[in-house]
């Protein structure tokens, strides 16, 4: 139990271009997500806090109109990147606040983004 | 303000070795505690956690931890080391303030080399 799934696992996409990745929990629900932005050989970095039925909470220094975040059901948040630049390449990872009894964090699998 | 501080970026093991992984920490609140680990272009993966309940920690793949509060330490540990146990392995303290409750905090990594 507590799958997260992220789609899609790589894209590749033009400079100026928007990249739309979503995230899901598949067998709980989840009023917290997080996303997460990883530089090769780095740590991750968390970019915000996407709840619910309510606006992202953006980590300081984190682009609030550049990485657009929507959290429209309990089992799916969106991040999108907008006019992508090659800088925004990176490896994008979300994460689901458990369901009760789980103090942990379930994580999906990662989008490789790559600008050209 | 929560932290965790990872010794050493690499380490390099033999098969059959042990595995001896440092994470200190620093928390205003008794903490909780992870650890994860990263197979190349994926997610994390839960290896342990601590949660106020035992001081030592068993997990997956052989793995365990011990929280030591007078060290401030959650070193991760594997008597025997296995090919398959390369990877990047991540601690994280949970941040527990009202505003940041459930966001974690990663140490820096530590990539896990091991050897015939």
């Known amino acids: 139990g507590a799958v997260v799934s992220q789609h899609p696992s790589w894209v590749i996409c033009k400079s100026g271009t928007s990249v739309k990745i979503e995230c899901r929990s598949l067998d709980f629900q989840a009023t917290t997500m997080f996303w997460y932005r990883q530089f090769p050989k780095q740590s991750l970095m968390l970019m915000a806090t996407s709840n619910e039925g309510s606006k992202a909470t953006y980590e300081q220094g984190v682009e609030k109109d550049k990485f657009l975040i929507n959290h429209a059901s309990l089992t799916l948040s969106t991040l999108t990147v907008t006019s992508a630049h090659p800088e925004d390449s990176s490896f994008y990872i979300c994460s689901a606040r458990g369901p009760p009894g789980h103090s942990e964090q379930f994580f999906g699998p990662g989008t490789r983004l790559t600008v050209l | 303000a929560q932290s965790v501080t990872q010794l050493g970026s690499h380490v390099s093991v033999s098969e059959g070795a042990l595995v001896l992984l440092r994470c200190n920490y620093s928390?205003?609140?008794?903490?909780?505690l992870f650890w994860y680990v990263q197979y190349p272009n994926q997610g994390l993966q839960l290896l342990l956690k601590?949660?106020?309940?035992?001081?030592l920690v068993k997990g997956i793949n052989g793995f365990e931890a011990e929280f030591k509060k007078s060290e401030t330490s959650f070193h991760l540990t594997k008597p025997s080391a296995h090919m398959s146990d390369a990877a990047e392995y991540f601690c994280?303290?949970?941040?527990?303030?009202?505003?940041?409750?459930?966001?974690?905090?990663f140490g820096a990594g530590t990539q896990v080399v091991v050897t015939p």
């Open positions: 601590y949660t106020s309940a035992a001081t």
């Open positions: 928390s205003s609140v008794p903490p909780y």
């Open positions: 994280a303290v949970r941040l527990g303030t009202t505003d940041s409750w459930g966001k974690l905090q």
